[in-house]
């Protein structure tokens, strides 16, 4: 049986030694070092990383998903699942979907940088465009250059997508969106989801989500179909 969640197999990511925010501290140690998110500076590219909404922002329910652009799974609710979801509850207004970065490896730091580079407008076509073609780069021996060619063919130019992966001040929001995510809300695998307040790891199928939505809807709201 495949298991619906990616999970990370390292201790390390892309040099920060343990993923909570704060090293545990060992008998008689210093108190161990902080993540110290680096600020952006006036060259740092703009708008910065951060939570995208799909939907409404007046839908009556609110569905958070975190996830990780090198995952399978994530890759599978995106291009199968989602399209479902869109049509059915978030067009019509009933549902407002937030997409929070939960990157597992370096290469998933890259590719949501990419997509974060294009700003808001270009990010939904961007996502869907690394998902459905997940296996072309994302165990690529050179993933740079394929997100690179990726973004410039959407229309950002090559010295932007290099500014963005070598600025810390713009790839920092994503780490620490990973970082909050473990905080607050428990998250250690992608994808997992917000719903009600509650946090459900693992591919929600279309009908699984209907499920769990369907009782925070107003009285008498249904979705299309």
């Given at each position: 049986?495949?298991?619906?969640?990616?999970?990370?197999?390292?201790?390390?990511?892309?040099?920060?030694?343990?993923?909570?925010a704060v090293v545990p501290r060992t008998a008689r140690s210093q108190?161990?070092?902080?993540?110290?998110?680096?600020?952006?500076?006036?060259?740092?590219?703009?708008?910065?990383?951060?939570?995208?909404?799909?939907?409404?922002?007046?839908?009556?329910?609110?569905?958070?998903?975190?996830?990780?652009?090198?995952?399978?799974?994530?890759?599978?609710?995106?291009?199968?699942?989602?399209?479902?979801?869109?049509?059915?509850?978030?067009?019509?207004?009933?549902?407002?979907?937030?997409?929070?970065?939960?990157?597992?490896?370096?290469?998933?730091?890259?590719?949501?940088?990419?997509?974060?580079?294009?700003?808001?407008?270009?990010?939904?076509?961007?996502?869907?465009?690394?998902?459905?073609?997940?296996?072309?780069?994302?165990?690529?021996?050179?993933?740079?250059?394929?997100?690179?060619?990726?973004?410039?063919?959407?229309?950002?130019?090559?010295?932007?997508?290099?500014?963005?992966?070598?600025?810390?001040?713009?790839?920092?929001?994503?780490?620490?969106?990973?970082?909050?995510?473990?905080?607050?809300?428990?998250?250690?695998?992608?994808?997992?989801?917000?719903?009600?307040?509650?946090?459900?790891?693992?591919?929600?199928?279309?009908?699984?989500?209907?499920?769990?939505?369907?009782?925070?809807?107003?009285?008498?709201?249904?979705?299309?179909?």
């Open positions: 049986m495949v298991s619906p969640l990616c999970v990370l197999r390292r201790r390390t990511f892309f040099g920060l030694t343990a993923l909570p108190p161990a070092q902080r993540w110290d998110l680096t600020a952006p500076g006036p060259d740092t590219p703009r708008p910065l990383p951060g939570e995208r909404a799909i939907g409404r922002a007046d839908a009556p329910v609110t569905v958070i998903e975190f996830h990780s652009l090198t995952c399978g799974n994530c890759a599978r609710f995106h291009t199968e699942i989602f399209p479902r979801i869109k049509a059915a509850y978030i067009e019509p207004g009933l549902v407002r979907f937030l997409l929070r970065d939960f990157p597992l490896d370096r290469v998933a730091l890259d590719a949501a940088a990419m997509v974060h580079c294009g700003g808001p407008d270009r990010h939904e076509a961007l996502l869907a465009m690394l998902y459905s073609n997940k296996e072309s780069w994302a165990h690529s021996p050179d993933a740079r250059a394929w997100l690179r060619r990726t973004g410039t063919l959407a229309g950002i130019s090559a010295e932007r997508i290099d500014a963005c992966w070598n600025d810390r001040g713009f790839t920092d929001p994503i780490v620490l969106s990973r970082l909050e995510a473990a905080r607050d809300f428990n998250v250690s695998a992608t994808p997992s989801f917000i719903i009600g307040g509650r946090l459900y790891p693992g591919v929600l199928a279309f009908e699984r989500f209907a499920e769990l939505v369907r009782p925070l809807l107003p009285p008498g709201a249904a979705p299309r179909g």
